[in-house]
């Protein structure tokens, strides 16, 4: 069993900063990517950013320059830096692992219960 653990968010001021973690737990073999999506009040959810095993990074285009993705390999921990929030911004952040357990020795998806960020204007 792998379950996605996360931290962190809250409100913030438009132009502060904020960070939110998570942490994979469980029988795991491998961790082929982790990363962010988020999603607001009536929207689709939408990727924020990933980062690979070997720590190259993708970003959606609206937080390129402005959020920063890390990964702990030895702790299983994705990090996601967030400077110069906006109030558009504001959504549920979910967690995203593509994850080899012990148990099943194949990739799956695996998502976070999701943290609520507030940007404040």
């Known amino acids: 069993q792998v379950q996605l653990v996360e931290s962190g968010g809250g409100l913030v001021q438009a132009g502060g900063s904020l960070s939110v973690s998570c942490q994979a737990l469980?029988?795991?073999?491998?961790?082929?990517?982790m990363g962010w999506y988020r999603q607001a009040p009536g929207k689709q959810r939408e990727l924020v950013g990933v980062?690979?095993?070997?720590?190259?990074?993708n970003y959606r285009d609206s937080v390129k320059g402005r959020f920063t993705l890390t990964r702990d390999n030895a702790k299983n921990m994705v990090y996601l830096e967030m400077t110069r929030p906006k109030p558009e911004d504001t959504a549920v952040y979910y967690c995203?692992?593509?994850?080899?357990?012990?148990?099943?020795?194949?990739?799956?998806?695996?998502w976070g219960q999701g943290t609520q960020v507030t940007v404040s204007s």
């Open positions: 980062v690979s095993s070997g720590s190259s990074t």
């Open positions: 995203y692992g593509i994850i080899v357990s012990s148990t099943f020795n194949m990739p799956r998806n695996y």
């Open positions: 469980g029988s795991i073999s491998r961790i082929n990517a």
